[in-house]
């Protein structure tokens, strides 16, 4: 019987830890280029025909100016995009 119980909690506990990192594990740094504008909603990186709102630092300059970023993207309940900056370069043309 007790080994039943501890077999039981071993598998609870597990399967409370895949259900609360799965999100976690799921994303992946992904690479954009594209240009840095200004909006009334603040900095927007506009990207493949996508626009994604600027998460992170990165410097006044480079609005305007076409940059690489490296980052996650994010998608909130109402369908905006985000991007979270973890790295960034000015695209030299």
Excluded: H
Excluded at 46 to 72: C, F, H, M, S
């Amino acid at each position: 019987m007790r080994k039943s119980k501890t077999i039981l909690s071993c598998l609870l506990i597990l399967g409370l830890i895949l259900v609360l990192a799965g999100p976690l594990m799921a994303t992946e740094s992904v690479t954009l280029t594209g240009y840095l504008q200004d909006s009334d909603d603040g900095l927007v990186l506009k990207a493949g025909g996508e626009t994604y709102l600027v998460e992170g630092n990165v410097p006044d300059w480079l609005v305007g100016q076409q940059i690489r970023v490296i980052g996650l993207v994010e998608t909130d309940d109402q369908g905006y995009k985000y991007f979270i900056i973890d790295d960034f370069e000015e695209v030299q043309n």
